[in-house]
């Protein structure tokens, strides 16, 4: 689960997750939630269900490091996710397992967007999207050839097959089995929650994928599909989760979780059918939002929804492609205030062709709003989004994150650097001056 007390080389595959909690600067208590990651518990999952032995090595609390590991053990097949900001770790981690031998697999948001640089670190393979169904047959595949040369499968990269067909996603997301939360160590997750949060908390996501367009949202694994699970699949997993942890909190995942009426209304339903009824945050388009919907979020025990507000523009909304009207925020706030639900927010400074007047209707709009916490974050052009396409022949810099509060890609702007930290903090600070200091969440 983590440590080298495990015997890894016995699995037909290991599942690597390279987050470590190490590569946070801010205290405990001022840092994002920590839990699984729950895309490699969904891969277990599913693996398993087709008679896979799987190890998931999670660095997430380890003393030992997973590349020590990895050399010692020396596993036939590794499967390693990795994001921006554990892209470095996920390198190294690469390159000392396929130097020890393993037959090396990368997936998840930042392999998709620059499979050259997992290729060349010493990967096989790079599953782009959806892991399940690609990482079975690439199981068997290697299985059959005790290799992966001279693979060539949809949505999977190789240095022979660089540009695979694409794969089909998943369609009927109940058909999936529940994550694997037995494959790593959850009581160390829950106690860390309790130690520096005074609470524990857990992830679940009820639908991938998002149908709305954000010039800057990047969505290289799920794309832009909407596959929601049925009501009562997903409190399946809320009801086992609360059985077998009794998190003292949940957070949902999914970016629009209040997206579909109808299933919001019936897992309400169902969660009192059951006697259920778990604190739980999630994210909401300011559209997405009405009286009976909140109602519903409400009963099933909803006290915080974070929606991305952004600007107070609505010039700079629209040339987001965000979709959604300044108005339609003001609406959804008073919505969520009136149902007793707290109100988070996402802003965003410094989008092209944001002027200092645009941040001032920003300050404006958290002042009408009031929300009980904020995060503010400086735009960056992340890679595979129409933003990065608008301006990659400006970029100066397209580092990896070392830590989880850098920003690394830049490029020229219309105002000096200074100019966007400071917008940052006016934002931030004004909103903790008008609302009192509640611990801020950072992005």
Avoid at 13 to 25: G, R
């Amino acid at each position: 689960m983590g440590g080298g007390n495990v015997d890894y080389g016995l699995a037909d595959i290991v599942l690597v997750s390279p987050y470590a909690v190490a590569q946070e600067t801010r205290a405990p208590k001022d840092a994002d939630d920590i839990y699984p990651q729950l895309g490699l518990l969904c891969l277990s999952a599913y693996l398993k269900r087709h008679k896979k032995t799987v190890q998931i090595l999670d660095g997430t609390f380890g003393s030992q490091s997973q590349p020590e590991i990895l050399k010692t053990q020396s596993p036939a097949l590794v499967g390693i996710t990795a994001n921006l900001i554990t892209r470095t770790r996920a390198l190294q981690t690469i390159r000392v397992a396929a130097q020890a031998g393993s037959t090396v697999i990368a997936g998840g948001p930042d392999p998709v967007l620059a499979p050259e640089q997992y290729l060349a670190a010493g990967a096989a393979a790079v599953v782009k999207g959806e892991g399940e169904q690609s990482l079975l047959e690439l199981i068997e595949y290697f299985q059959r050839h005790s290799t992966l040369q001279g693979v060539c499968l949809p949505g999977v990269i190789t240095a022979s097959c660089p540009n695979p067909s694409e794969r089909e996603f998943i369609r009927v997301l109940d058909e999936l089995p529940l994550p694997d939360y037995e494959a790593v160590d959850i009581r160390s997750y829950l106690a860390y929650g309790k130690k520096h949060k005074g609470y524990s908390i857990l992830p679940v996501m009820s639908a991938r994928g998002c149908p709305h367009h954000c010039t800057w949202c990047s969505k290289p694994v799920f794309g832009n599909s909407f596959r929601p699970r049925s009501a009562g699949h997903f409190v399946d997993e809320l009801e086992k989760l609360m059985c077998d942890y009794a998190p003292d909190r949940v957070r949902v995942l999914d970016d629009v979780f209040p997206m579909n009426k109808t299933r919001i209304e019936q897992m309400a339903i169902e969660m009192e059918k059951r006697h259920l009824r778990i604190p739980f945050e999630c994210l909401a388009r300011t559209d997405s939002l009405d009286v009976e919907r909140l109602r519903a979020l409400k009963r099933m025990g909803c006290y915080r929804i974070w929606c991305g507000v952004e600007s107070g523009s609505q010039k700079v909304l629209n040339a987001m492609r965000k979709g959604t009207q300044v108005e339609q925020a003001r609406r959804a706030a008073r919505l969520i205030h009136e149902a007793d639900i707290e109100l988070a927010c996402f802003v965003m400074v410094g989008y092209p062709g944001e002027t200092p007047k645009d941040v001032l209707a920003t300050l404006k709009l958290i002042d009408e709003i009031r929300p009980e916490r904020i995060s503010v974050s400086v735009a960056t052009p992340l890679r595979g989004t129409e933003f990065y396409e608008q301006v990659k022949h400006r970029i100066k810099n397209d580092a990896a994150w070392q830590r989880t509060s850098d920003y690394k890609i830049d490029y020229i702007r219309e105002y000096p650097p200074m100019y966007y930290r400071f917008a940052r903090q006016l934002v931030l600070k004004y909103w903790q001056y008008r609302f009192g200091a509640l611990q801020p969440q950072y992005s």
